[in-house]
């Protein structure tokens, strides 16, 4: 049984920064690309950022070149770099494992809030 916990969200103003971390347990972690989705107020789940256990990485067109993905497959841990945040970004993200770097999401973690308001 794989559980994901997920850390770092909350408040933040427009431009700032949060990091996200998530920490998995379960020996079959290192088979899965991990990463994060959120869902915003009245909208469906997007995937954000995903990363292979080799460190290949996918971005949403939305997040390129502000948020970075991390991974250290030692710890079992992924984490989410967010840079420049904007309103926009506001959602409850989500920590996932998945097969491949496009998802579907195979696990899920319960979600961490990030707010980004003035």
């Known amino acids: 049984q794989v559980q994901l916990v997920e850390s770092g969200g909350g408040l933040v103003q427009p431009g700032g920064s949060l990091r996200l971390s998530c920490a998995a347990s379960?020996?079959?972690?290192?088979?899965?690309?991990m990463g994060w989705y959120r869902q915003a107020p009245g909208k469906q789940r997007e995937l954000v950022a995903a990363?292979?256990?080799?460190?290949?990485?996918n971005y949403a067109s939305s997040v390129k070149g502000r948020f970075t993905i991390s991974r250290d497959n030692a710890k079992k841990m992924v984490s989410l770099q967010m840079n420049s945040l904007k309103p926009e970004d506001t959602a409850v993200y989500y920590c996932?494992?998945?097969?491949?770097?496009?998802?579907?999401?195979?696990?899920w973690g319960q979600g961490t809030q990030v707010t980004i308001s003035s």
């Open positions: 996932t494992l998945s097969a491949n770097l496009y998802g579907p999401a195979n696990s």
């Open positions: 379960g020996s079959i972690v290192s088979h899965f690309a």
């Open positions: 990363i292979t256990s080799g460190g290949r990485t």
